[in-house]
């Protein structure tokens, strides 16, 4: 299984940035029935859930990004992405997704998005 995060940069305070990340080596109806996430982690902080999206399209925030962040899943390509807005410094992080197969979780190298404020 192998992840490729796409779109990190850098962006002002209150702008936005969406992530994308593909998804290779599994079956599309494997991809349809696992559990999508990306994560962030800054230096020196634990790496925390920022956004998760099963396989009937339920999705879980973190509070911090709740009414700024989506994740959205395109099962047809095998895609899943994050859209962000009104970014703050505070996002700031290396941003890493991830697939649920069973009971382990894969994930990709991370995509770094910077905010100046």
């Known amino acids: 299984v192998q992840l490729q995060a796409y779109g990190g940069g850098s962006v002002q305070t209150g702008g936005s940035l969406e992530l994308s990340c593909a998804v290779s080596?599994?079956?599309?109806?494997?991809?349809?029935?696992?559990?999508m996430a990306w994560y962030r982690q800054d230096p020196g902080k634990q790496r925390e859930l920022v956004a998760q999206?099963?396989?009937?399209?339920?999705?879980n925030y973190a509070d911090s990004v709740k009414g700024r962040f989506t994740i959205s899943r395109d099962n047809a390509k095998k895609t899943v992405n994050l859209q962000m807005n009104t970014l703050g410094p505070e996002d700031t992080a290396l941003y890493y997704c991830?697939?649920?197969?069973?009971?382990?979780?894969?994930w990709g190298k991370g995509t770094l998005v910077t905010v100046s404020s």
């Open positions: 999206i099963t396989s009937d399209g339920t999705t």
């Open positions: 080596g599994i079956t599309w109806s494997t991809f349809v029935e696992s559990t």
């Open positions: 991830s697939i649920q197969l069973g009971p382990r979780d894969y």
